[in-house]
Every structure is written in C-alpha cells, then in structure tokens.
C-alpha cells in the first residue's frame, strides 16, 4: 500500500508537474494535449484529496491531524523553516473544494476557450494558481502559507491580465496586484511579530501556549493578519480591485474570484482561531467589517447591468457573511458557508459564462432576455444557483446562511437584521438578474440570436455537477434543530477545540423555527416583488443618463473608486512626477549627467592637442624644451 504521506506530497505536486510541461512547450503542445494534461493533473489531484479525507475519517477524531516534514528549508541560529504539510480536518475540505471545483472549471475551459490564441498558456496558469492555492492551506507554517498567498495573488495578476492587448485588463490586473499589496503587508508584519513573540512560525508551536502572549501584542498580530485578509477577501475598504477583476475570461472569475482565492482571507482567519479566540476586540473588527461589506456590496448589485458585476459584488458581499460568522466565533458556520458558496457561485459565474458564450461575448443584462428555451441546460443549472444563494430550502444556501442568522440573532438581534436586510438584497438582486436575462423578449440584435446554441458538452457538464452539489451540498451540516446531523461541525470540532472559550449563544429549537419560517417568507416575499417588477411589467433597467438619486449613486458604486482616485492615486502620482522631476531629473540625473558633461568638455580641450600635424608637434616640442630650460635656470638662479 502506498504510504498516505506519498500521497499527501503528490496532491499539490502534480498541477506543478502540469504547469511546468505545458508552460515549457507552450509553443509546441497542442491544445487537445495541454487541455488533457491540465485537466488530468488535477483530476488526480481531487483523487487524492479524497483518499487522503477518507483516510482521516478512519482515524479517532482527536488523532486527525497529519504532519509532514519533506526537507529542511532555512536554518539559522535564531530562525527555521521547514518545507512541511499539515493536514486536519480543515485543510483536507479546503483540498476536496479547490481540486473538485477546480478540475470542474479546468474541464469547463476546454469550450470557453476553445478557440483563444493563448489556449495552452491559459491551462498553465491555472495549473500554477492550483499548485499555490493548494501550498497555501496545506502550508504547516507561515512562510509556506504566505508564499502560497503571494502565489496565488501572481496568478491571479496574470488570469486577469489574460488578454493582455486591452489596456483596461491589464489596468485591472494591476489593480488587483497593487490592492493586495497592501493587505499582503499586513499580513507580512503579523508573521513577522509572531516569530518575534513566539521564537517560531510552526503552527503547531504558536498553537500551543498563545496565552503566554500579553493580549495587546496578540490583538495587534490578529489585526495585521485580518488585515491581510481584507485584501485577499475583497472586504472593505480593500474590496474595490474583486469587480474590475471580471475582466480575466470567466472561468478565472469562477476559479479564483468566487471558489478559491477570495476565500483564502476566510481560511487564515479560520487556521488562525486559536489566537482570534484569545483577542475580543480583533473579533468584534471582524464582525463589524464583514457586517458592513455584505450590506455595502449588496446595495451596490441592486443597480448594475454587468452579468459578472453582479456576480463580483454578491461575491464580495458572501464573503462579508463569512467574517460575519468568524466574527461571533462560529468559525465552522464560516467554512460551511465557504464551501456551499464554492458550490453555487461557481456554478453562477460558469453559467454567466454560458450565457455570455453564447451571446458572443455580450455582458449587459438589458441586452438579454428570453433565453430560458434558447439555453434550457444554462436556464435550469443558473436556476438551481439562483435559488441557492437565496436561502431556498433545500438548497445549499439555505443551510449555511441560515446558520450564520441563527448565530447571529443570538449574539444581537441588529446583528441579526442587518445580515437579514443583506440576505434579502442578494434575492433581490439574484432573481432580478435571472429574470433580465432568460425571460421576457429576447433584446439582443437579431444576427447573434439566430445563431445562438446552448453549452457544448465540456460545459454542460461541470455546470450540471455543480447544481447537483448546490442542491446536496448543505445536507453536509444540516443543523441539529432539523435532522440532528451538524456532520461538519463535528469533523471540524477539532480543529477549533481551541477556540471553545468564546461565548457563543444558542437558541431554543421553538426559536429557530420560527426565524427559519420567517427569512424564508421575507425570501418569497422578495422573489415576488422582482417577478412583477422584471417579468409581469417587463421592465428594463435605465441606462446610466436616465439615472437619478440614490440609483446614480449605487450604479456609481458609491464613487468609492473615484474617491480613491482623487485621495490616494492621484496624491502618489503627483508625488512621483514631483520625485521624477526635482530628485530624479535634477539632483540624480543632474549630478550624474554634470560629471559626463565635464568629462566630456575636458576631453574635447585636452584632445586638441593631438591635431595630426608634423609641424605643430615639433613647435610644441621646441616651446617644451624652452619652458624646461628656462625653468631649469630659473630654478639654478634661485639656488645661488
């Protein structure tokens, strides 16, 4: 039997393997071959991660943790690093989501980008983000997690930057790299005062006694490293970089914005629970924070026309659930809800793909319409997706969100309404989406609706996996008011055993029934006030110089991008002409080009002495000895 360890160094090994062939004859491969490759890696990849979750299953609960030490990195006489993997129950469902919804996406982009000049190129990047996403929550240490953190930020510069001949892509790309900079930094200094603090960055070590730490020290480690999730999280005030993101192809908006690499932030916090448990204040930022982005975001879906805009700031506003639930401590409540999201989301944007597909290339939701019998396999899959990320039961959402309202109203019924008030949004925005783009009369030019066909079957597929997964997924933690099961809770117990100071509230089981009935109605509620709105009365959206009020301002996005624009770009690009202009062109530049100027000008007097001619060099010569007889006797003179 091969050793479990062997296995556990294969699972990110491969989509390495894979991105290193296919991007070392990126030039030579084919498309069948580099998309086979791509896929197969991955495909094993998933493989594994099943045997390696299945074989924690077999073990006691209280034994499920697997370290594994492949080479000593850097040894120093104060500082090591080990290239190691830990595996528990938490990394081994973040495993299970990025190698299945991953090989899913990779399968998808075999039609979506059939015919791209840069087919082979595309598959290499996403094998390289797979291999960086999977060293990031395999990682037994902060260095090895922050190198998969800034790998996975690389790819994600590149994925966006795909179509790099538009210069609004690669604006975005850099965008996206410069934002996550900052949060990245944060991060940075949070491992740099644990090592400081701890004598060590091992998980397992800092995990051990946090408490010896003063609280003070270890609230500002938890800040910085929130901080850092801010940034990979799309949370404000670090979000603006996720929606100009949507201009990669979509299947990266799948991959890497809405199932992957936005969740990273959510999965450090989670890792890192044991020192949030021990630091009030960097929990209650949390759940302010994350309170504040899903209600911000969603206001901001209500009124955009973009397909993948939409989608951007419902991802954007899902994450905010999720701190929301680290935030009161539910930290299982915050990965179930990350895992059902990977589920629908992926199957939204990957539908939005479809649709987009075939619409040749159109995005804009008032040009849609009367789509449900074109694209009947999109129609009924985004359905599925709709009604899971509006909490429908039994959908997936529904579990998981109504989780985080449970934990919240018993922490604070504001708390509570605002993430309800949130909730609704999202069914507004989703069904008001839905409803643009497959009912009513279709509004697209009449040559792009003949032709229009629905997903290929390398499409289809993945996207009828994903509504079957959006549909079961949540019975993974049905709560115990239902059917008594909190299976996920229970395997993940371990992991935040820790974490089990934390005061957190249950209710009675009469009261979950009855906030359960009533977000459900509230849901019903919203789904008919957008079908009269969107398909009784057949409304269209105005176009943007129709607009007024609170609308202009929404549509806007509240001006945050143009207010960053005036206090932040702006000041540093000023900065950087007037550096350009006083200390580089006029100091630097000016002191370096004076000593050419003076070299120059002395070798233009000192090489006129050299003329070429016979007859100047002999009078040079007479005037030579002359000078040196006169200053000879000169010299002689004075001597006497």
Request: charged residues 10%; glycine residues 8%; proline residues 3%.
């Amino acid at each position: 039997m091969v050793n479990i360890n062997v296995l556990i160094t294969l699972i990110p090994l491969l989509p390495l393997l894979g991105f290193l062939i296919i991007a070392l004859n990126v030039h030579k491969i084919s498309h069948k071959k580099s998309s086979y490759l791509a896929c197969g890696t991955i495909l094993f990849s998933f493989i594994l991660s099943i045997t390696v979750f299945t074989h924690l299953l077999s073990l006691p609960a209280d034994q499920r943790v697997l370290s594994i030490t492949l080479v000593s990195w850097i040894q120093t006489s104060g500082f090591s690093a080990d290239i190691a993997f830990l595996i528990d129950p938490l990394s081994s469902i973040m495993l299970l989501i990025i190698t299945g919804v991953g090989f899913l996406i990779h399968v998808y982009s075999i039609g979506y980008m059939h015919d791209d000049a840069g087919y082979s190129r595309f598959f290499s990047y996403l094998n390289l983000f797979v291999f960086f996403m999977l060293l990031l929550v395999m990682g037994a240490n902060y260095l090895l997690m922050f190198v998969g953190w800034e790998g996975v930020g690389l790819c994600s510069y590149l994925l966006i930057g795909f179509w790099f001949k538009n210069h609004d892509y690669n604006k975005a790309a850099n965008k996206a790299f410069i934002m996550n900079r900052i949060g990245d930094l944060g991060l940075l200094l949070g491992v740099i005062l644990i090592f400081i603090n701890f004598g060590s960055i091992d998980y397992q070590t800092v995990f051990t006694n946090p408490s010896e730490v003063e609280v003070t020290t270890l609230t500002w480690i938890t800040v910085l490293l929130f901080i850092g999730a801010m940034g990979k999280s799309a949370q404000i005030p670090l979000y603006t970089w996720l929606p100009d993101a949507m201009a990669g192809p979509t299947p990266v908006s799948a991959l890497i914005h809405a199932a992957t690499m936005v969740t990273a932030g959510v999965y450090m916090v989670a890792r890192n629970n044991v020192l949030y448990a021990l630091s009030p204040f960097t929990l209650q930022l949390i759940l302010i924070t994350g309170l504040a982005t899903a209600l911000f975001a969603a206001t901001i879906a209500l009124v955009q026309n973009d397909i993948k805009k939409v989608l951007a700031y419902s991802t954007v506003s899902q994450l905010g659930l999720m701190f929301v639930a680290l935030g009161l401590g539910a930290f299982s409540s915050g990965i179930f809800h990350m895992a059902t999201h990977a589920f629908f989301k992926a199957l939204l944007f990957l539908g939005a793909g479809s649709v987009i597909h075939a619409l040749r290339g159109e995005q804009d939701i008032r040009k849609m319409g009367g789509l449900k019998k074109l694209l009947p396999v999109t129609y009924i899959t985004f359905f599925v997706a709709v009604l899971a990320i509006s909490g429908i039961p039994p959908f997936a959402g529904f579990f998981s969100k109504d989780e985080i309202l449970a934990h919240a109203f018993a922490y604070n019924p504001f708390v509570w309404g605002v993430a309800l008030i949130a909730s609704l949004l999202t069914v507004f925005y989703m069904f008001r989406l839905f409803y643009l783009t497959f009912y009513g009369t279709a509004r697209d030019e009449k040559q792009t609706m003949d032709h229009i066909h629905d997903a290929p079957k390398s499409m289809a597929i993945p996207l009828i996996v994903l509504a079957v997964l959006s549909i079961t997924g949540g019975f993974m933690n049905t709560p115990e008011v239902l059917l008594g099961s909190s299976w996920l809770q229970k395997f993940l117990s371990p992991v935040f055993a820790s974490a089990s100071g934390i005061e957190i509230h249950h209710l009675s089981h009469t009261t979950e029934y009855v906030l359960m009935a009533l977000v459900v109605a509230l849901t019903l509620v919203v789904i008919g006030i957008v079908y009269v709105q969107y398909v009784k009365k057949g409304h269209v959206p105005a176009g943007e110089g129709r607009l007024t009020g609170i609308q202009k301002v929404l549509y806007h996005k509240y001006y945050i991008d143009e207010f960053y624009d005036i206090i932040i770009v702006k000041p540093l690009f000023w900065i950087s002409k007037t550096g350009d202009t006083i200390v580089e062109a006029l100091a630097i530049d000016g002191i370096v080009n004076s000593m050419g100027r003076l070299v120059t000008g002395s070798s233009n007097v000192l090489r006129k002495l050299q003329t070429g001619s016979i007859g100047f060099y002999i009078f040079i010569m007479v005037i030579g000895i002359i000078m040196i007889l006169t200053l000879t006797t000169l010299t002689g003179v004075a001597g006497q």
